[in-house]
């Protein structure tokens, strides 16, 4: 389906802006206005959560005062990530994207928008979101592998009855679920329909989250 494809369709491409530029409008969104830090935005039982995190993580709490959490825990997912031997370039997308060749790119949206997203949420929501992402750095390689047995057999159910127990264990999950994964895919099921209206074969590329629940 990829060789015959006319155009790459990637929910958002890391390559469109030079990535001098791109990281400009990362740590755009990504820090707080001179005079707030993070500590200073959160409770002191949500710092010292923030900071046990970050123990867990190597990454020294000094390091991550100008950032907001969201970016925080894009901070620790890459720790855990490097823990696992995950890196970006191993994602789907760059992978796709490093074998487009001379076929056009197109975007299901922004990275700009992902930001915007993101930025959005309170800072609450936000360390809320990185603690759902990292809340059992012990037992992270034997999830990890758990769920990539999952993801390779392709089992949708197996996923949604993961993501269940998730929203059982903590209800304030499901909020951030619904604003981060369901709103944006009615929004890319939107541009999906206007791609379908035209001549050309384009290949789609999403994450797993974006398959599943009813909403998937």
């Known amino acids: 389906a990829f060789a015959t494809s006319e155009v790459l369709v990637l929910e958002a491409d890391p390559f469109a802006a030079p990535q001098e530029e791109l990281q400009q409008t990362v740590m755009a969104y990504a820090t707080y206005p001179d005079g ?5 935005q959160l409770s002191e039982q949500e ?3 923030l900071q046990s995190v970050l123990l867990e993580a190597g990454i020294p ?3 991550v005062q100008q950032y907001q959490p969201w970016y925080v825990t894009t901070m620790v997912d890459q ?5 696992l031997g995950l890196h970006p370039e191993y994602g789907i997308d760059y992978y796709f994207r490093s074998k487009a060749k001379q076929k056009a790119v197109k975007e299901l949206e922004s990275v700009e928008a992902q930001l915007q997203l993101l930025a959005s949420f309170s800072d609450q929501e936000q360390l809320l979101m990185m603690l759902w992402v990292v809340e059992d750095l012990e037992n992270a390689v034997e999830e990890f592998e758990e769920f990539l047995t999952i993801w390779q057999r392709g ?3 197996a996923m949604e009855a993961e993501l269940e127990q998730e929203f059982q264990e903590e209800p304030r999950f499901q909020p951030i679920w619904n ?7 009615l929004a890319m099921a939107d541009r999906i329909v206007a791609f379908l209206k035209t001549k050309k ?9 974006h398959l599943i629940g009813p909403k998937g």
Do not use: M
């Open 36 to 40: 707030q830090t993070l500590q200073s």
């Open 61 to 63: 709490s000094k390091s």
């Open 79 to 83: 720790a855990l990530s490097n823990r």
């Open 179 to 185: 604003a981060f994964i369901e709103k944006r895919n």
């Open 155 to 157: 089992d949708i159910q």
């Open 201 to 209: 074969r384009h290949f789609i590329v999403v994450g797993a989250g």
């Open 47 to 49: 710092y010292f959560e």
